[in-house]
């Protein structure tokens, strides 16, 4: 695993970007839709998915985020690492990180694919027995390696 600064992407080659997005010890979830041949059916998933065209990893990220869950952030919000991609080894595939803004999760819409989503505890994550197995993985590894960081307080929030 590789963490990079997310304006140093562009251009690299790479199969796809999924986003660990959290809130006070959640992360947003996405369940996958159960139709045959498409993989991990029905298992809990990260936003994002595969690369279209030329994008760099974070715009890509970013893209599947706005289709999936109608939520716009910065770049400069997300933190990139890199993993040997689960479908196209040895491509790389990336996991960015950031928090989400109680705002930004009550104006969540939800998109066409999958069947719903939640804001679901790391650890239960972590534990389902229908996580898709390799984000569990990216997951830990990202924990290990990165200290806790507090989480930015709510734009909604006073002192």
């Excluded at 992360?27 to 041949?37: E, F, H, N, S, Y």
């Excluded at 479908?87 to 104006?107: C, K, V």
């Excluded at 972590?126 to 590894?141: G, K």
Aim: glycine share 10%; with cysteine; hydrophobic share 40%.
């Amino acid at each position: 695993m590789a963490a990079f600064n997310v304006g140093a992407l562009q251009g690299a080659s790479f199969h796809g970007a999924k986003l660990w997005l959290t809130h006070r010890g959640q992360m947003l979830t996405l369940l996958r839709d159960d139709r045959p041949g498409l993989p991990f059916p029905g298992h809990w998933d990260l936003p994002g998915g595969g690369r279209e065209g030329g994008e760099s990893p974070v715009d890509c990220a970013l893209r599947e985020l706005s289709e999936e869950f109608g939520l716009h952030l910065p770049p400069d919000r997300l933190t990139g690492h890199a993993f040997v991609s689960h479908a196209a080894p040895p491509m790389r595939s990336w996991l960015f990180t950031g928090a989400l803004h109680a705002t930004e999760i009550a104006s969540i819409r939800f998109g066409s694919e999958g069947q719903g989503w939640r804001m679901m505890p790391v650890d239960d994550y972590l534990a389902h027995p229908r996580a898709v197995p390799h984000f569990c993985r990216w997951i830990t590894q990202v924990r290990a390696a990165s200290p806790q960081t507090p989480e930015p307080a709510d734009a909604d929030c006073r002192p």
